[in-house]
């Protein structure tokens, strides 16, 4: 199976940066697109950043242009830094991706989430 390990949440003020890290281990074959989300407590799920196996990105508006996806192909991690944090950006954050694993399969994988808290 693949997994998908985080870190780098924790407690930050406005105006603060963060980066998060996902790394992907297990029997993989090829990742396509990488993601992350988000939920806010009491909240659905929301995407929050996406980049595709060729490099392409899309971000929700509510980060455009404070935050930056980031994946690093020979570790199997994606990275999400953020700057110009908001309380609002508070949240459990969960990086996402699919694939294909060693037997050529489809493989969708979540990780554990990490929280992010934007206060002063």
């Known amino acids: 199976q693949v997994q998908l390990v985080e870190s780098g949440g924790g407690s930050v003020q406005p105006g603060g940066s963060l980066r998060l890290s996902c790394a992907a281990s297990?029997?993989?074959?090829?990742?396509?697109?990488m993601n992350w989300y988000h939920q806010v407590s009491g909240q659905q799920r929301e995407l929050v950043a996406t980049?595709?196996?060729?490099?392409?990105?899309i971000y929700a508006d509510s980060v455009q242009g404070r935050f930056t996806i980031l994946r690093d192909n020979a570790k199997n991690t994606v990275y999400l830094q953020m700057t110009s944090l908001k309380p609002e950006d508070t949240a459990v954050y969960y990086c996402?991706?699919?694939?294909?694993?060693?037997?050529?399969?489809?493989?969708?994988?979540w990780g554990q989430g990490t929280l992010v808290t934007v206060s002063s």
């Open positions: 980049i595709t196996n060729g490099g392409e990105t």
């Open positions: 996402n991706t699919n694939g294909l694993n060693s037997r050529y399969e489809s493989f969708n994988a």
């Open positions: 297990g029997s993989i074959f090829r990742i396509y697109t």
